[in-house]
Structures are given as structure tokens and as C-alpha cells.
């Protein structure tokens, strides 16, 4: 029977590239927003979601991070690492037309900001609205063929909706990347035969005793002493009062039977409660290939 693969959606949106990076034949289905893919795969709508978790520029997704440390019912087992690309594109009808006299320019909110020196320097009349996703931003730009708009987006997203490519690269930097991991309701590793392995994480999210000073330095030692590498370690609101927060926190190792299991230990031991996220493959995904080509 084949799986089926949730992912924000429509086609053409840089996270439809990780999942044609991940998987094969099976089944793809878009959906609107984050929080809805993920509710899917706990529900047991789709076998795997794909999405986005953090950009270079624009650093955590939060969304995603917050249903993740609320969702207890899935794991993440798998993540591909994306280089990130933005053009400008528009309708055929409006590919002659001055740029400057656009209406609107339309793309997901992280889009935009990646975006923000060439909006500013090149189009600073032209307003910039926000949309679920470049996908989306594209799919409107080609259903709108009579209005004077555009939309950032990547090469898959100007291809699938017929959209002429006016501006290429308009990104701030060159070296941007986005963090896609994969979840699903079982913690089993997912590993992918068309992408090389880079390494091992583990994710965990940790939140401290209220009445215990110190007790971040103490978790950090934890890790410390036992020679385990964190590559990221980042707060959250827990949504339960001001000051209350939870720290999410990768571990650049796989899950073993020893260290990580004893510097949950110790910390549980502090008080601190501990939910591991997943343990898994990341992959780097070099931008080759039909899917990225530009």
C-alpha cells in the first residue's frame, strides 16, 4: 500500500522539494499551513509530514517548533537541509510591464524578509503582502493574469504555474538554507537512498523547575561533561504565564544507550521535564537535479 506524504502546499513551494528529495512514488498531498500538516499525520490523515523549521536568515519557523513541543503524538525522523533560491515572476500577459509599476508582489512572510534589500532598493513604491506560502503567492500571480502582480517564489513554483521568471536570484544572500524535517507517528529513523547522510541529531525539548536558580547552567552541564555537542539550543514560550518557557535544544549525535540517556537523568533529576523529539538522519541537498535547477 503506498505511504502518503502531507506537506504545505500547493505545488511549488521550497518544501515540496525536500519531500521529491526524500521520497519517491508515493503519494503527495498539499495542505494550507503548517499546523494543518502536522494535525494530519497525528490523525493519521497522511504517514509522513514535511515541514519547514528553520532558515538561515530568518531563523526558527515557530509555528512549527510550537506544535511540535505540544504534539506528543509524533516524532521527527528525518530532516533535508534545502538551498534556497527566490525570483520574481509574473503572468505572461505581464512580462513586458515595467516592474515598477506593479500593484502588489506576494510571497510567504520569510520570502519577503530574504528578500528585503532588493524590495527596498529596487521596488520601494511596490507593495509586499504576505500569503501561506511562495507556492501560494505563484498560484494567485497565474489565476490573476488581468492584475499588475508578481510573486516570489522558486523555479518548481514558476514552472507548475506557467509564471515568466523576470528576476532571478533576488535573494540577500547567497548562502541560505532551510531546515526540513520530517515526522511521523512512529520514532522510527527514516533514511533516504538518494541523499548522502551528513550526520546524526537528536531533538529535545527540556523546561526548568521555577524555583531552582541556576538550573539552566546545570542542564547545560549536563551536556558539557559528557563531551555532547548542542548545535542549537533555543527558548519558547510555554503559553502558561510570562517567564515560563520551554528550550529546544539539538543534540549533534545519535541517540545512544549511555550519554544522552543519563544527561536526561541528571536533569530530570533537577526537576527539569524532558520529551525527546526524535533522533534521525539529516541530509544536505546539494541543489542539483531537475527540482532546483534554474
Known sequence: MSETIGYLGPKGTFTKIAVDAMFNGEVKKGYKNIPESIDAVQNGEIDYAVVPLENTIEGTVNVTLDYLIQ????????????????????????????????????SHPHAIAQCHAFLRKQLPAVKAQTMTSTAAAAEYVSNHPEEKVAAIANHLAAKEYNLDIVKKDIHDFDNNHTRFVVLHKDDTALTSNKLEEKGYKTSITVSLPSDRPGALHQVLSAFAWRNL?????????????????????????????????????????????????GSYPYYLHSGNGVTLAV
Open 71 to 106: 504534539a506528543d503524538r509524533v516524532k521527527i525522523v528525518s530532516e533535508v537541509i534545502v538551498p534556497i533560491r527566490q525570483h520574481l515572476m509574473v503572468h505572461s500577459n505581464n512580462k513586458t510591464q515595467p516592474l515598477e509599476e506593479l500593484d502588489v508582489i506576494y
Open 229 to 277: 555537542n548542542l548545535s542549537k539550543i533555543e527558548s519558547r514560550p510555554m503559553k502558561t504565564g510570562l517567564g515560563n518557557y520551554y528550550f529546544f535544544i539539538d543534540i549533534e549525535q545519535k541517540m545512544d544507550d549511555v550519554l544522552i540517556p543519563n544527561a536526561i537523568a541528571e536533569m530530570e533529576s533537577l526537576g527539569c521535564s524532558v520529551s525527546v523529539l
